[in-house]
């Protein structure tokens, strides 16, 4: 794809690029937000696959364009399909997003999201500013799988990770912050109903996996997924009355989002 070195018009020019080749997005996500992931992906313009039998995960990583883990429910063989998945991912240079729902609450969502981190090399770290301060072990704390600590906070941990793994950190809150250790941007586009529904923070990540498909560049693709995300929640809570009727306006937006509405609507600060 011929992108713009603006990041602006590179991420508009993704979602263009993401309707057109339509590509699958292998996700073992957590069975709480399967089907709002799947449409949320369905909507934007990706084709969802949610598949997390170990039988069949190398298979399912040969058809995708991009592979999503989510932490977020987790048992032993799922957590055995993940490295199965990520290691077939790894072979293929496919792109990888690691969304450590959780980490830093139990001692297995932390350890496993550090084994995958260490193991599966992930292209992408996905998660609130609580979880990538566990990641960073820089004291961070969870409640369940809510965010206690503020994406200011989270900054410095993010960095070191980016720093340390190769991966590109993506911190979500009010205003997300990316890094891959060297470029850092905040984005500030989103709307407070986004936090009063459960599964946004994945839905995002598995659309940062749909943008990772088109765009080879971790940094643009995540700058793209978070504008369109955040203008589409922009958009759904315009006369929404609360947290359910948001969650079905979400997927509409998603849908009715523009590269158009990205190139004029995004608010980046690139740092």
Sequence with gaps: MDISTNPIDAAA?????????????????????????????????????MAHAAEEVREMVSLAGALVLNIGTLSRP?????????????????????DPVGAGATRLRTETALLLLEE???TIIRGNASEILSLAAAGGATRGVDSTRGVEEARE?????????????VVTGPEDFITD???????????????????????CSALVGAFAAV?????????????AYGLAGELAAVGAPGPGSFRTRLIDALDEITPERVRQDARLVVE
Excluded at 15 to 43: C, G, K, W
Excluded at 157 to 169: E, H, P, T, Y
Excluded at 215 to 227: F, K
């Design 78 to 98: 799922w957590i055995d399909a993940m490295f199965a998945a990520g290691h077939a991912a790894m072979a293929r240079g496919l792109p990888i997003v690691l």
């Design 215 to 227: 765009q080879p560049d971790p940094w643009l693709a995540s700058i793209g997924a978070l504008a």
């Design 13 to 49: 020019q993704a979602l263009a690029e993401l309707r057109r080749q339509r590509p699958l997005v292998h996700n073992i996500t957590n069975y709480v937000v399967m089907d709002f992931s799947a449409n949320a992906l369905l909507a934007i313009g990706a084709s969802p696959v």
């Design 120 to 122: 599966v090399k992930p």
């Design 157 to 169: 941990a993010a960095i070191a990770i980016a720093q340390a793994s190769g991966a590109l950190v």
């Design 181 to 203: 250790g060297e470029r850092r941007a905040r984005l500030a586009n989103g709307h407070p109903l986004m936090s009063r529904v459960t599964g946004t923070g994945c839905v």
